[in-house]
């Protein structure tokens, strides 16, 4: 019984990985394939180190700075908005059913829309521009952080909770001095992570017109100049690097 | 001080948890309330603070009626009455000194406790507090680096910086070795002693009700089957209390 089981699972899975392929488009080199492979790496290795600093116009630091005010800003705009439904998603700290489940499909609901979309949508309503990106990854990560912090919240333990009231604190000062304290750490923790995610989303969205170091990528991309290509992928390279390195310091400390 | 009416509660789901408790519990008083677990004995600790409700009767506090207060008034009520938990219930984050200091915030408004804002008495009362317990010199050390004994002496600091003028404890040792139980039930002791702050404890040791009670409770289903002194509550009182159970009589330490 259990072999058939074993054989029916095998049957089944190959033929999906045989229907999956047979629809595959065969994979053909353009000609000019290798030429652009090579171009691109050239590029990479020869990098066009006059646009690092261009005190006139529009440079690689302005746009990596313009990319990290997004994500900086973006962070700080969902880290306050998640509070109210992180707290109101949780059995822990709300009674009520009926706001438990609303703040946890306002949650979901936002986590439905990749962050490109949203930009998208943004876009349409502010104008293509740091805005736009601003409010898209603002937005888009109250549903990620809220979910979080909410689950932390989960698991908070309540004995605490009984001492501040037996001791005639008010529900606030309890909250304050019995939950606050043990979710803190991980919020801030989870504000750090999603910062280093939101400076990659923030370098990508730019690429659709949300603003930071994507718009001169694509430009760039657009009109073939692979050294410019080159040094602003070094300069995202670095950048993310960097802040995934100090943010994951940082985080260490806190927990 | 303490005074219980005729209370009775049953649980929602049908079970009388106390039955019709009558008892009044005098300044300086150290009760101890023995029983066996599910006896009530917890119930009737969370029922005098109200960290439980009343089905029935009514229990007083210095005159006031903690079972009809509300709001404000309950608050009040509850900050003159400390408790000490099984599981210490400290903030196990914090560190020590914020866990004592949590013991004043019923002093303050919310506004001022929402930043924090503890006095230079606050602090001094914190430290003084510490110091009766010996454990001053952890003040900064977060709560769950220390053992359970430490933490416990942390609680009954917290307890103390409270002001409060009676002591509830819900099975203070039980999780303690015999060696720190004998210390924090000496601190419980002390702090009865010096400072005059009436002490309820639910124990559920026969030896250390003899050792420490100046009055024990004996409860049993709910009810009330003993109340006197550590010298009325020989051998055959205690039997009543358990059940005549040898082996149970064994486990929790009646000498024969």
């Known amino acids: 019984m259990k072999r058939i089981r074993l054989i029916t699972i095998l049957i089944v899975t190959s033929a999906i990985y045989i229907w999956a392929f047979t629809g595959l488009p065969k994979i053909e080199w353009k000609e000019t394939s290798v030429e652009v492979v090579s171009a691109i790496f050239s590029g990479l290795f020869q990098p066009d180190w006059s646009y690092v600093y261009d005190p006139g116009g529009e440079d690689l630091l302005q746009g990596l700075f313009d990319t990290l005010a997004i994500a900086l800003l973006s962070t700080f705009i969902a880290g306050i908005l998640c509070i109210p439904f992180a707290f109101l998603a949780s059995k822990n700290i709300v009674k009520s059913h009926l706001a438990v489940g609303t703040s946890k499909f306002i949650l979901s609901f936002i986590r439905v829309f990749p962050d490109i979309v949203l930009a998208l949508l943004f876009i349409k309503a502010v104008g293509p521009g740091a805005f736009a990106g601003v409010l898209a990854l603002g937005i888009g990560a109250v549903g990620m952080l809220g979910k979080l912090i909410s689950e932390s919240v989960d698991n908070v333990d309540l004995s605490a909770k009984e001492a501040l009231i037996a001791s005639g604190a008010n529900p606030v000062k309890t909250f304050i001095f019995a939950i606050v304290p043990q979710v803190l750490p991980n919020f801030f923790s989870f504000i750090l992570y999603r910062f280093e995610v939101n400076v990659r989303a923030a370098a990508v969205l730019g690429v659709i017109g949300a603003g930071g170091i994507g718009t001169p990528l694509i430009f760039a991309l657009s009109v073939r100049d692979w050294e410019r290509v080159g040094i602003i992928l070094l300069g995202i390279i670095v950048m993310v690097t960097l802040i995934d390195i100090i943010s994951g310091k940082l985080r260490a400390k806190l927990i | ?256």
């Not at chain 2, 010996?134 to 009954?156: C, F, H, M, P, T």
Request: glycine share 8%.
């Open chain 2, 1 to 256: 001080m303490i005074e219980l009416k005729h209370v009775s509660k049953v649980y929602s789901n049908g079970t009388r948890g106390l039955n019709n408790i009558h008892l009044q519990m005098e300044a300086g008083e150290f009760i101890v309330i023995v029983g066996l677990s599910g006896a009530g004995k917890s119930t009737l600790l969370r029922s005098i603070n109200r960290l439980h409700d009343i089905s029935e009767g009514e229990i007083l506090i210095n005159g006031n009626s903690i079972t009809k207060a509300k709001g404000r008034e309950l608050y009040r009520i509850r900050r003159d009455i400390g408790m000490i938990f099984q599981n210490f219930n400290l903030v196990r984050r914090s560190s020590v000194m914020r866990n004592v200091l949590s013991g004043r915030v019923g002093y303050h408004s919310t506004l001022k406790m929402m930043f924090g804002l503890f006095s230079k008495q606050d602090k001094q009362i914190a430290i003084d507090a510490l110091e009766r317990v010996n454990i001053l010199e952890k003040a900064y050390i977060r709560a769950d680096q220390l053992s359970g004994g430490q933490q416990q002496r942390v609680s009954i600091a917290r307890a103390l910086a409270q002001e409060a003028k009676v002591i509830l404890a819900d099975e203070p040792v039980a999780s303690l070795d015999p060696i720190t139980t004998k210390q924090v039930m000496d601190d419980l002791y002390r702090i009865n002693q010096e400072l005059n702050i009436t002490m309820v404890v639910n124990l559920h040791s026969v030896d250390l009700a003899r050792a420490y009670a100046s009055r024990i409770i004996g409860l049993k289903n709910g009810e009330v089957v003993f109340d006197g002194t550590a010298k009325e509550a020989t051998r055959e009182v205690f039997a009543n209390i358990y059940g005549k159970n040898n082996q149970t009589m064994n486990q929790i330490g009646v000498a024969k």
